[in-house]
């Protein structure tokens, strides 16, 4: 019986694995989430993804079985908040800067939702990575936001507004684009709050 039988299935495919670095898994990452904002998920290719990051393609199959478990996998690599850390000591002060940290990133990331939205439809499993990398991270953030604000007594818990605050910032990002063809930017998203929601809450 060779080492590699005695090891058993698990143990080679543990071993492969570790052959990759993090750095070179998220340099494999970063390929596919760049070549699906430029060229859709549909168009997208595992044999595309091994020239841009200069692989096998063999590499990438054994590492992920299918494009969407590696799509899903690169999502969810793919988490950074934008308003992770951002606390200025007030809530509008705080809505403020969310506005400013979500203009900055829009187009990447208006890309990549529109890029994923017909797939993400048909496969849960992008649907669930997406929501995981963009969507969740950023309402629990403001969330967090919110719950400070009322701790602080800056405004009541039951304020009807309070619960359309994440769908006002991210519907946002997601509608210009449809509306008027250019991105949420900063200066447009601190307008934004400045005109509609810091109003709303009653805030100055």
């Given at each position: 019986?060779?080492?590699?039988?005695?090891?058993?299935?698990?143990?080679?495919?543990?071993?492969?694995?570790?052959?990759?670095?993090?750095?070179?898994?998220?340099e494999?990452?970063?390929?596919?989430?760049?070549q699906?904002?430029?060229?859709?998920?549909?168009?997208?290719?595992?044999e595309?993804?091994a020239a841009?990051?200069?692989?096998?393609?063999?590499?990438?199959?054994?590492?992920?079985?299918t494009?969407?478990?590696?799509?899903?996998?690169?999502?969810?690599?793919n988490?950074?908040?934008?308003?992770?850390?951002?606390?200025?000591?007030?809530?509008?002060?705080?809505?403020?800067?969310?506005?400013?940290?979500?203009?900055?990133?829009?187009?990447?990331?208006?890309?990549?939702?529109?890029?994923?939205g017909?797939?993400?439809?048909q496969?849960?499993e992008?649907?669930?990575a997406?929501?995981?990398?963009?969507?969740?991270?950023?309402?629990?953030?403001?969330k967090?936001?919110?719950d400070?604000?009322?701790?602080?007594?800056?405004?009541?818990?039951d304020h009807?507004?309070l619960?359309?605050?994440?769908?006002?910032?991210l519907?946002?990002l997601r509608?210009r684009?449809?509306?008027?063809?250019?991105?949420?930017?900063?200066?447009?998203?601190?307008g934004?709050?400045?005109?509609?929601?810091?109003?709303?809450?009653?805030?100055t």
């Amino acid at each position: 019986m060779t080492s590699q039988a005695a090891e058993g299935p698990e143990t080679v495919v543990a071993s492969r694995r570790s052959k990759i670095t993090p750095e070179r898994e998220q340099e494999f990452y970063d390929a596919v989430l760049e070549q699906i904002r430029g060229c859709g998920y549909e168009a997208l290719t595992m044999e595309g993804v091994a020239a841009s990051a200069r692989c096998s393609k063999s590499t990438l199959y054994r590492q992920w079985k299918t494009k969407p478990q590696f799509v899903a996998a690169a999502l969810r690599s793919n988490r950074c908040p934008r308003f992770a850390g951002i606390d200025t000591g007030s809530l509008a002060g705080d809505l403020r800067e969310a506005a400013r940290a979500a203009g900055e990133q829009s187009g990447a990331d208006t890309q990549l939702l529109s890029a994923l939205g017909h797939a993400m439809m048909q496969d849960e499993e992008l649907q669930r990575a997406l929501r995981d990398a963009l969507v969740e991270p950023e309402v629990s953030a403001l969330k967090g936001m919110i719950d400070r604000g009322v701790a602080r007594g800056e405004i009541a818990a039951d304020h009807p507004a309070l619960a359309y605050i994440p769908a006002q910032l991210l519907g946002v990002l997601r509608v210009r684009p449809v509306l008027e063809g250019q991105y949420a930017d900063a200066a447009y998203l601190q307008g934004f709050v400045e005109a509609v929601v810091i109003p709303a809450l009653g805030l100055t």
